[in-house]
């Protein structure tokens, strides 16, 4: 209402709303994911949502984004054909794309790039410096699958700083299977809310986990410490860039995720 500057008190006044446009309005809507939690009685929001983009309208276009695990859920609890509308994929960066990315992010600070030595074995001949530089960012591009914020992550964890006025490039800071196959099974649950929900607070984990909140907190300090996760300004948890993959990759091996 307060966007619109229109008093709406129910599903049908949208439809009021609709009638009195004059001009088509296109209502984009972005992490539409933070619309429900995985709990009884946790999805009236998204389901007065489905409401609203189900009436016969003129003037309104929706636009939505959501994450790809929470739209696995959403279409697992209500079925795929529950969502009016074309779904489109984003589709992941290609080597290329993340290598110009950074690069041209990495130019703006005028220093110049050298790779540590392991990264150079890849390379031979005249060609040494360009082998090093493609052979790294291929490297960089398989670990991120294409998500170029993970990508900037793990370039980030790669370079050091020297005061001579270059950075080295050495190996980026990849996380591991074997971190996460060794945490308990309540911390797995407890990641694999974070993966449906992308962000929660520890109150919403305990709720969609059904887990004490003493475990929760145990768990919650066990990913933090191992740089799992990590937790913004408002104290909602979220999965890190770095670790995404793999933690969806191991949780969906232990059916704690479904495609």
Not at 69 to 77: I, M, P, Q, T, Y
């Amino acid at each position: 209402s307060d966007l619109l500057g229109y008093q709406l008190d129910s599903v049908a006044d949208l439809h009021l709303f609709d009638a009195e446009q004059k001009e088509p309005i296109v209502f984009f809507v972005d992490d539409i994911h933070n619309l429900f939690l995985s709990k009884i009685g946790g999805f009236v929001s998204y389901n007065l949502l489905l409401q609203m983009i189900g009436l016969k309208t003129k003037n309104i276009l929706w636009c939505f984004t959501i994450t790809a695990r929470a739209w696995s859920h959403l279409n697992g609890v209500f079925g795929k054909d529950h969502f009016y509308g074309d779904v489109f994929t984003i589709p992941g960066w290609k080597d290329v794309e993340i290598q110009k990315l950074i690069t041209l992010r990495h130019s703006q600070s005028g220093l110049q790039r050298k790779f540590d030595d392991s990264i150079k074995a890849y390379g031979s001949g005249s060609a040494l410096g360009e082998k090093a530089e493609s052979q790294f960012f291929r490297l960089l591009w398989g670990q991120s699958r294409g998500n170029p914020r993970a990508a900037l992550m793990y370039w980030v964890s790669a370079i050091t700083f020297h005061p001579t006025g270059y950075v080295d490039v050495g190996v980026p800071l990849f996380v591991h299977s074997s971190v996460v196959s060794g945490l308990s099974n309540e911390a797995l649950f407890t990641l694999a809310a974070l993966s449906r929900h992308d962000n929660l607070t520890q109150s919403q984990l305990e709720q969609v986990t059904c887990i004490a909140e003493f475990v929760i907190k145990n768990c919650l300090k066990e990913c933090l410490d191992k740089s799992l996760i990590w937790e913004d300004s408002e104290q909602r948890f979220r999965i890190s860039s770095r670790a995404q993959y793999i933690i969806d990759y191991f949780l969906m091996g232990k059916n704690f995720l479904y495609e």
